[in-house]
T-cell receptor
């Protein structure tokens, strides 16, 4: 599975959009991009995943560049409860072994 | 209703003891996992079971033995506990990964193990 790199930390003002970048320059054609987050003292929580098209659900939007070498997770209106570590993970189709790197610690500021 | 539950939430024990952590999921999923999150907050997969069969076994000491009595349960038994086993252990479950790449894993609340 491709290695992903993320900034270690980011701040976002409450109510504003949080844009979390992820680089996955060695991603292969059959690898999906998954986003999970871990709120302090809780288990990780699935957010969204995509292959090459942009995706949106009730939690977030995922924008994947045309060359698939990077992606951005967008939380449209960040709240204090969105403060967490966000993990970008690439995973081959049919695989189960999620590899959580260091992630991005997002702090939403009042 | 709790989707993935673990017991106990906290476990404090002495070196050399044997302990078990239980996990249950009521989502009807085929696949269950154990992850370990160490003091540096790295989260690593340990085991994965699909329909009671072991499908992933990362480099984990054989003191750790998963047991799956049915597809809704995956327990983790640890023999001869060591100081380095202190960590938070998370159980998770997911539907069978499909060709569409769907692998949404649902995690339990974690069990904080402290070995003294």
């Amino acid at each position: 599975d491709a290695k992903t790199t993320q900034p270690p930390s980011m701040d976002c003002a409450e109510g504003r959009a949080a844009n979390l970048p992820c680089n996955h320059s060695t991603i292969s054609g059959n690898e999906y991009v998954y986003w999970y987050r871990q709120i302090h003292s809780q288990g990780p929580q699935y957010i969204i995943h995509g292959l090459k098209n942009n995706e949106t659900n009730e939690m977030a939007s995922l924008i994947i560049t045309e060359d698939r070498k990077s992606s951005t997770l967008i939380l449209p209106h960040a709240t204090l409860r969105d403060t967490a570590v966000y993990y970008c993970i690439s995973l081959k189709t049919g695989a189960n072994n999620l590899f959580f790197g260091t992630g991005t610690r997002l702090t939403v500021i009042p | 209703d709790t989707a993935v539950s673990q017991t106990p939430k906290y476990l404090v024990t002495q070196m050399g003891n044997d302990k078990s952590i239980k996990c249950e999921q009521n989502l009807g999923h085929d696949t269950m996992y154990w992850y370990k999150q160490d003091s540096k907050k790295f989260l690593k997969i340990m085991f994965s079971y699909n329909n009671k069969e072991l499908i992933i076994n990362e480099t984990v000491p054989n003191r750790f033995s998963p047991k799956s009595p049915d597809k809704a349960h995956l327990n983790l038994h640890i023999n001869s506990l060591e100081l380095g086993d202190s960590a938070v252990y998370f159980c998770a479950s997911s539907p069978r990964a499909t060709w569409q790449g769907v692998n949404e894993q649902f995690f339990g609340p974690g069990t904080r193990l402290t070995v003294l």
